[in-house]
C-alpha cells in the first residue's frame, strides 16, 4: 500500500521519513514496548542521521496494532512523537489517513471497529516474506476467554471468503512460496460464526473502544444460511486446489477443533504435520472460570483423536499460571495434563490481566513469586518431554524448508520441518529457498541438527 502512494522501504532507520510500529497487547509486557521501542529508535536516529526528515529532526511515528486499537488517542497524549495511529481495522484506510498528515493535520486516527470489516487483499507479488506466506483466513475472535484482550482490540470474528482465500494460496503457490500458513485467532471456528448480525457499538466513534461487547450484553451471532463452510472443507480446497507442497494453520481452539479435520489433513500429503492446540490450563475448575467452553476431559479427547491419525502429528500448545485463584491443586492439574500430552512445544505464559477484560477484576491474585515459582516448574516439566520427544528424530531423515542462514552460526542453514521443528545443517550446497532433506544427528533443548541429505527435493 505504501508503494501505491510512492514510498519506498528503508532499512536504515534515519533515512526513513515515516516510522510505523506495529504492537501487541496480549500481554502487559508486549504493549510496554511500544514507548521503549520509540526512545530506542530516536536515539538510533540521533546518532546516524544525515538529513533532517521533518522540522524537529524527526520522522513521522505512527502506531498500529492492537496497542493502536485499545489506547487509541492516549497514544498522542504518552508521546508526542506519535503523528498517527491506526487501528486493527483500519490498515485498508491507511491511504486516507497519509492523505490527512500530507494536508498538514499534525495528528491522525482511525479506530473505528466494524461488524463486516474488509479483509486487505495483497497481491501475491507483493509479499515481503521470503520463503512462508501468510494468508489470513479469520479476524477477531467472539470467544471472550475471561483473560484474553483479543475480542475487544481486534473485534468481532469474520471469515474470508473462501474463493479469495483459495485464488491467494493459488497464486503464491504459483509466484514459487513452498510453504503457506493460514492465520486467525481461531482457525477452526472458519465460517461458522457467519456475519455478525448485530449491533457492535461504537463503530465510527473514534477514539472509543470501550463498548465493542462483552458476553453479558453482546447481542446473538447469526449464520448465513447456504453458504456456510467449515475450516475442515476450506483446508481440504486449499489443499486440492493450490499446489502449494507445504501447509499449515493456526491457532486452533480446542472447543471448535473436530475428527473431520484430522480426516482432511489425513487426505493430503501437503497439510502439514503439526497441530497448534492452545489448553490454558489443566484444571475444570479454571478452565470454567476462563470461559474456555471444554473439560480437560473433551481436551484430552481431541488429543487422542490427533494421536490416532494416520500421520504423525506434532501437538504444542499454550499454557496460563497464576490465573486468578489458581490453587496448588490446580496448578497440578495443568502439571499433569502437560505430562499426558507430551507436547511436542509448549509456550508457557505468567497471567496478565488485560484492561477490560473480567479477570482483571477477579479476586485472588496469584503473587508474582508463585507465578515464577509455577512458570518454572511447568517449564522444567516440559524441558523434560521436549528433550525426550526431540531424541525420536535420531537417525530419522526429516524435509527442511530452508529460511536463511542460523543466527548463532553463519555456517550453518537454519529452517523448519513439516511439523514446525527448528533445524539447523551446515551448509552444504546452494539450497536457500528450498526443500532438502536433512538427516537428524544431534538434538538441543529447542532445535534439531543434521547434514543434509543428497540434493534438494
Ligand atoms: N486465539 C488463540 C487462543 O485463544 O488459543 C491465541 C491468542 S493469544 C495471541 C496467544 C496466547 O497468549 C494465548 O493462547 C494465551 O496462552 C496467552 N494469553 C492471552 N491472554 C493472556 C493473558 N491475559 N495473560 C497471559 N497470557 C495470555
Redesign the pocket.
Known amino acids: 500500500m505504501f508503494s501505491g502512494l510512492g514510498y519506498s522501504q528503508t532499512s536504515e532507520v534515519s533515512e526513513a521519513d515515516l516510522v510505523l510500529l506495529n504492537t501487541c497487547m496480549?500481554?502487559e509486557k508486549a504493549a510496554r514496548k511500544v514507548f521503549a521501542r520509540i526512545n530506542e529508535i530516536k536515539n538510533e536516529i540521533r546518532k546516524g542521521r544525515s538529513r533532517p526528515a521533518s522540522d524537529n529532526g524527526l520522522p513521522v511515528f505512527g502506531v498500529m496494532g492492537c496497542v493502536a486499537q485499545a489506547e487509541a488517542d492516549r497514544l498522542f497524549e504518552r508521546s508526542r512523537d506519535i503523528k498517527m495511529v491506526m487501528g486493527t481495522q483500519a490498515i485498508s484506510r491507511l491511504p486516507a489517513l497519509m492523505e490527512q498528515l500530507d494536508k498538514g493535520f499534525s495528528r491522525v486516527i482511525d479506530v473505528r471497529l466494524s461488524k463486516e470489516s474488509e479483509f486487505l487483499e495483497l497481491e501475491a507479488s507483493g509479499r515481503q516474506t521470503k520463503h512462508i506466506a501468510y494468508i489470513t483466513i479469520t479476524e477477531g475472535?467472539n470467544k471472550f476467554?475471561s483473560?484474553?484482550i483479543?475480542p475487544f482490540t481486534r473485534g468481532r470474528e469474520r471469515s474470508r471468503p473462501a474463493d479469495r482465500i483459495v485464488d491467494e494460496a493459488r497464486a503464491l503457490g504459483e509466484q514459487g512460496y513452498l510453504e503457506v500458513h493460514l492465520l486467525g485467532?481461531?482457525v477452526n471456528s472458519y465460517g461458522l460464526s457467519g456475519r455478525y448480525h448485530g449491533n457492535v457499538g461504537n463503530v465510527g466513534n473514534v477514539g472509543n473502544v470501550g463498548n465493542v461487547g462483552n458476553p453479558a450484553s453482546a447481542p446473538p451471532f447469526a449464520q448465513e444460511d447456504g453458504d456456510e463452510i467449515t475450516f475442515a472443507k476450506l483446508l481440504d480446497r486449499v489443499a486440492a486446489e493450490s499446489g502449494v507442497p507445504r501447509i499449515k494453520y493456526t491457532?486452533s481452539?480446542p472447543r471448535d477443533f473436530d475428527e473431520e479435520i484430522i480426516r482432511v489433513m489425513d487426505a493430503h500429503d501437503n497439510l502439514c504435520e503439526w497441530i497448534h492446540l492452545?489448553a490454558?490450563a489443566g484444571s475444570d475448575r479454571v478452565l470454567r472460570v476462563m470461559r474456555r467452553g471444554y473439560t480437560r476431559r473433551e481436551y484430552i479427547e481431541k488429543i487422542e483423536a490427533i494421536k490416532g491419525a494416520r500421520k504423525e502429528i506434532s501437538i504444542t500448545g499454550?499454557m496460563?499460571v497464576g490465573f486468578p485463584g489458581e490453587t496448588d491443586d490446580d496448578f497440578n492439574e495443568t502439571m499433569s495434563l502437560v505430562a499426558e500430552v507430551e507436547y511436542d512445544g509448549l509456550?508457557i505464559?505468567?497471567?496478565?490481566p488485560?484492561p477490560r477484560t473480567p479477570a482483571a477484576t477477579y479476586a485472588d491474585s496469584i503473587p508474582e513469586e508463585v507465578k515464577t515459582e509455577r512458570f518454572l516448574r511447568l517449564q522444567e516439566l516440559q524441558d523434560r518431554i521436549q528433550r525426550r520427544r526431540y531424541e525420536r528424530y535420531l537417525g530419522r531423515t526429516v524435509e527442511v524448508l530452508v529460511e536463511g542462514t542460523s543466527s548463532r552460526s553463519l555456517s550453518d542453514y537454519t529452517g523448519h520441518t513439516r511439523c514446525n521443528k527448528v533445524v539447523n545443517f551446515p551448509i552444504a550446497a546452494e539450497a536457500l529457498g528450498k526443500l532438502v532433506n536433512v538427516n537428524i544427528n544431534g538434538v538441543k533443548s529447542h532445535s534439531l541438527y543434521g547434514e543434509m541429505a543428497g540434493d534438494c527435493v
Open positions: 496480549v500481554r475472535c476467554c483473560f484474553c483479543v485467532q481461531n491457532t481452539y492452545p490454558q499454550d496460563i509456550y505464559f505468567k497471567y496478565s488485560r
